[in-house]
Every structure is written in structure tokens, then in C-alpha cells.
């Protein structure tokens, strides 16, 4: 009796394109193979981790975030999958530098920390800098304290306006609670009011550390701060419309302290994040 295929019987289809009937039947009843299924595993757990991140890894810390997983896979065939996928990192736009007020005759400090980003334990020197964000109620104002060892964000203020009491000084506090300090700290930032203001000066008299400004209109002496700002911006606030204050302030509180603090991996640092960085420091120490 003849088996037929939408219709049409096998035998006469295998006929017409020249194929063995036996052949036909033994590639009907095959199954897949185990490089298949590899591929297909692999391309799922890949999806599932760019989508985890928010789209905000390309494949070098897809890479890394699948070998903490225990995920064996070469950093190339990660690369390819995502193309062939069309999994790509979220696009970053062009970030313009938006320095502080510096116009001011309040006094300034000489830059001692010139440069020296890398530094071998935590503590030796902290970064400051403040940012705006748009909302729909108006600006929103984030300053940060950053210690250069690990580049963890130690503290930081979300405020409505640009007063000392508002932006460094609450980070400035923070960051003395999240992290000792020891003595020849030295403490960077721009030449910003806020920074140059009795106000703050008066916060930091008689602690054992070296206030450090950048020179005049060199956004370079600030890179890292800089940068960690142009993070914030290109993964999340160019991304995302804020309707309110509130709104953005759970946002970036998230961002920092669950986003890139605990679990976005840092080229910089090994691929580690800052607090697992911190941990390694500490326990080495112990």
C-alpha cells in the first residue's frame, strides 16, 4: 500500500527527484544532533542573559557572565551568535561634558592627584563630580563620590537643587559612612562652587585628607568620574523617559546601587564588579 506525503505517495515523489525511498524514510526519523543542540542551548542562554542586562552587555561580558556561569564557549562563537541572533549592546550616543559652576573667586586647590587613576588599595583616593537629568518636572541634580581602587560609587545625593548641603555634601557623608577614611585620602573633583565652598571645607576641616581640583576647563583630570557618568547616560538616561523627580530617582538609586555597583562587570577591574573587587581586596587582607 503506498504512503502518501500532503497527497502525494512517496514512492512517486521519491521517483520524480531521484531520491532512494529508504533514504527518504531513514532522514524523516533522524534525529538532532548533539552539536544542534549545543548551538541551540547555547543561543538561548546567550538571549536570556542579553535580555537580563537590559541589552546594555556586548558579547565580551556575555562572554564572561556565561563562563561565571559555568558555560564553556570562546568570546568569538559568543560574538557570532549574537550577530546571526541580532542581539547588539545598546547603541551609546554622543556624550557632551557638562562641567559645574566654576565661576567663582572662592579658593582653589592644587591638583594632587594628577592623573594617578590606578590605585592599589581603597581609600587612597575618592573622585567626586555633579551631573543634571532631565525630567518632566524640571532638573534633577546626581553627584557621586567614587573610590579610584575599585570605582565603586561609595556615595552619593539625588537633589532638586545645586546647594552644597544638597549635592556633595549628603554624598560627601555617605561616602564616609560606606567607607573608612584613612589618613592622605585624597579627594578629587572640578573646580565646582560646591566643592570650592566654605560650606564644604568646613565638612572636611580637621580630617586627614588632600583636597585635589582639576586644572581650568580640563575635563581629563575627572575622566573617571567623567566616564562613570557617561555610563549612567548611554545605558540608562538617554533610554528612558522621566515624568517626575520620583520616577528618576528610583531609576538611577537602581542603576547605582543593584546595577552598577553589584552586577555590572568593569573591563578595568577583570571583568569583576566593583563589590565583588572590594570583597577580593578584603579578603586578601584578612
Known amino acids: 500500500m503506498k504512503r502518501y506525503c500532503h497527497m502525494f505517495a512517496v514512492e512517486d515523489l521519491c521517483r520524480v527527484l531521484n531520491v532512494g525511498k529508504s533514504s527518504?524514510?531513514?532522514?524523516?526519523?533522524?534525529?538532532?544532533?548533539?552539536?544542534?543542540?549545543?548551538?541551540?542551548e547555547l543561543t538561548e542562554e546567550?538571549?536570556?542573559?542579553?535580555?537580563?542586562?537590559?541589552?546594555?552587555?556586548?558579547?565580551?561580558?556575555?562572554?564572561?557572565?556565561?563562563?561565571?556561569?559555568g558555560i564553556a564557549c570562546t568570546s568569538q562563537r559568543v560574538a557570532k551568535?549574537?550577530?546571526?541572533?541580532?542581539?547588539?549592546?545598546i547603541i551609546k550616543k554622543k556624550y557632551r561634558v557638562k562641567t559645574t559652576d566654576s565661576d567663582h573667586k572662592l579658593a582653589i586647590c592644587e591638583n594632587h592627584l594628577n592623573r594617578q587613576f590606578a590605585?592599589?588599595?581603597?581609600?587612597?583616593?575618592?573622585?567626586?563630580?555633579?551631573?543634571?537629568?532631565?525630567?518632566?518636572?524640571?532638573?534633577?541634580?546626581?553627584?557621586?563620590?567614587?573610590?579610584?581602587?575599585?570605582r565603586k560609587i561609595i556615595g552619593w545625593s539625588l537633589s532638586d537643587d545645586m546647594t552644597t548641603s544638597n549635592t556633595i555634601?549628603?554624598?560627601?557623608?555617605?561616602?564616609?559612612?560606606?567607607?573608612?577614611?584613612?589618613s592622605g585620602l585624597i579627594f578629587h573633583s572640578d573646580r565646582g562652587v560646591q566643592y570650592a565652598s566654605n560650606e564644604f571645607k568646613d565638612?572636611?576641616?580637621n580630617k586627614p585628607i588632600i583636597q585635589s581640583m582639576s586644572r581650568k576647563g580640563n575635563c581629563w583630570d575627572n575622566a573617571v568620574a567623567?566616564?562613570?557618568?557617561?555610563?549612567?547616560?548611554?545605558?540608562?538616561?538617554?533610554h528612558k523617559h522621566f515624568y517626575s523627580h520620583f520616577q528618576a530617582k528610583v531609576s538611577i538609586a537602581e542603576f547605582i546601587e543593584a546595577w552598577y555597583n553589584r552586577s555590572r562587570r568593569h573591563s578595568y577591574l577583570g571583568y569583576m564588579t566593583p563589590v565583588e573587587f572590594e570583597n577580593r581586596y578584603y579578603k586578601m587582607a584578612a
Not at 84 to 89: A, T, V, W
Request: aromatic fraction near 14%; proline fraction near 3%.
Open 169 to 182: 555634601g549628603k554624598a560627601w557623608k555617605m561616602a564616609t559612612i560606606n567607607r573608612e577614611i584613612k
Open 226 to 238: 567623567e566616564n562613570f557618568f557617561k555610563i549612567l547616560k548611554s545605558e540608562l538616561i538617554y
Open 203 to 205: 565638612l572636611i576641616k
Open 119 to 150: 590605585q592599589d588599595s581603597p581609600s587612597k583616593a575618592w573622585v567626586s563630580d555633579i551631573t543634571y537629568i532631565p525630567t518632566d518636572q524640571g532638573w534633577i541634580y546626581l553627584t557621586i563620590v567614587m573610590d579610584l581602587y575599585d
Open 81 to 89: 551568535i549574537m550577530q546571526s541572533e541580532g542581539l547588539r549592546c
Open 24 to 40: 527518504y524514510y531513514q532522514w524523516l526519523g533522524q534525529t538532532e544532533s548533539i552539536q544542534s543542540i549545543k548551538r541551540r
Open 46 to 69: 546567550i538571549r536570556t542573559t542579553f535580555h537580563q542586562f537590559k541589552g546594555r552587555y556586548g558579547s565580551p561580558k556575555i562572554h564572561q557572565e556565561l563562563l561565571a556561569k
